[in-house]
């Protein structure tokens, strides 16, 4: 006789294991969305697709909802953002699980989300299929039988699939199937279930594990990793040589990443690629304090093989900017981009989108070698989204999970900049603790920040 | 939050009546409508429509949820026969049906589904100025098919175009007499991205203050990109 198939809490335990200290992981409608109220854990940031980063589990009376259109309260740190930036978290790279209760998944990972027959010919995929194609894994977290005994598992779907090989792992309230290139594969097994009983009631060829394994429901304890860094250097010091960095740089007063970039000359890595908006025109300029820090002190120092940036000279050309000199002299390259564009590129390089069609510079010097099209009448060019390796970014406030808060204008290039990079490094003011950054005032959430400096008030000890 | 007046504001962009503020809003416009799943929902200004009784409308939204007695959304103005066209990642809830699903069988609603990342990223490109996106999300399915493919990076992308409306009908939480707007926790929604993406936004909030009454670093929305204010009923 087989066993008792797993209750939600248990399948839910073992959905744990599939999680990581500081992981961030997307709940799809279903049972994905009541993980938060079955685990008793923090140390995730858990992503409702309403637009909140940081679900802490089901309440009555908040000011939030679910992908159920459940009640539910925030951890302290979670932010609320707007749906077209939670799509960009999906989307951009920076989810690292998805859990998905779909109708059905193929032996080849393809799913079909809310598909029924009673809603035949239609669907209903809300952000599943998003959820899907970002994370960089994927759970199906499900029934192993309808309710009618039929295996949610099939050789093929039988419906319109909503997402092509994209799930990853499936865990049923009888056993768990990794999904593989070749097929599916039976590596746990729910206490009292043989892996007979599960391949004859799964109707799609199933491999069998030869380290088959009983499921077990312990919880793992994830702590959110400590983002706070002792000094700039410390923060800093595995930059590789040649890697792409953004800093922010509009001009002058404030938004710079004044001690990060003494923390980079400091460490002397060579061969920089920046990304900022100017290249260093603070000093020339005289505004901004310390204006006698920007982007001149890693050119003097010999360290910046490139800049993409849309004001890479100085205002005056009596006084030209450390990296003018430089490239005068045939030591740095220069991609000089548009602002808007440079803004554009960056929001998609962080958001997941791999080009886009913009009209600015159409038919310009800006446009050659670059695909033109009309759209509508309009002339567009095509861009590409911009990527980096780290970046450096200026905040006024942090709490210690990495959400930052603005001051200003200095906002600027840095709420997008930080979505954009492998590493992200921010130096702020004042650290605080997780709660006393509001959820609605949030600006960067804490998901997008590894590492967290604070920012002397008195430079002089760099200059 | 800085502090704010006592009273509410009648001035600036605040219209005195629901019907003042959605004139102009003629048969066959296309519609985006703020909210998810209950929040952030514009019921004051989709009761409006519902009395002014435009017809052939195509609406742009989450979708349809469950109808509540005491509440109006997509549901109930849908069940008036206005809506010609849905374009939504969630037409209707697979269990509990309603107006949207009957009116859809029946062949009087059309459904356009759409993916909820691609629509907002559609309606951002629609108001950022951009013609088109190309993007990762439904490679492979039926959500491509009929659509340009490119590969980035050795991935398949798909090509989506931008998304423009006639009217954004929004929900915030307080707005200033300028337009300015900030929201209420999951409310927020597609609310600041559709307000960029209407030729005519209208929004309807709790509270209007004077400007100042908003402290900017809270601001979600700018005043810019709202055109009529309502208080909501």
Redesign the interface.
Known sequence: MPGTPLDADAMAHRAAQEMFSGAVVALGPGLPCRLPDRLPIGGVWFL?????VGVRGMDTN????D???DSVALIFGGA?????E??GI??GGHTDIAVLQPAQVAANGDFVH?T?A??NG??????A??MA??ASKVVALMPHRNADGSSTIAGECSL??????QVDIIITDVAVINVGQDGLELVETAPGWTADEVVAMTDAPLAVSSDLKEMTFQVPTLEIPDKVYASAVEALKDVPEGAIINVDGFAGPGGMAHYLMVGLRDLGVKGLQLISNTAGVARVSGFGAPNIIDHSILVENNQVAKATASYPVSPSASRPSAFEKAYNRGETELEVVPQGTLA?RLR?GG?????????TGAGTLLAEGKEA?T??G?D?ILE?GLRADFCIIRGHKADTLGNV????TSRNFNPVMATTAKITVVEVDEIVEPGQLG???IVTPGLFVDRIVVRPADFSAYL | MTSVPEKPNAKGKLYASVQSALEGISDGASVLVAGYAGRGVPETLLRGLAEIGVGDLTLVCQGAWAQEPGKFGISDLVATGQVKKMVSPLPFHPEYGGPVKDLWESGELELEVVLQGVLAERLRAGGAGIGGVFLPTGARTRFAEGKELRPFDGKEHVLEFALKADIALLRAKTADTLGNMVYDGTGRNWNPIMAMAAALTVAEVDDVFEPGGIDPEMVITQAIFIDRLVLAA
């Open positions: 409702a697709d309403s637009g909140v908040t000011s939030a909802v992908a159920e259109g609320f953002t707007g749906l077209v939670i799509a999906l989307r809310w029924t009673a809603t239609l669907f209903a995929p809300g952000s299929v998003d194609y970002g319109p699939v909503d997402g092509a090989g554009e998609c958001a997941g989108v791999a080009a886009f069609y913009t009209p099209r759209i509508n309009k567009y590409t808060v603005y001051k200003g959820p609605e005032e």
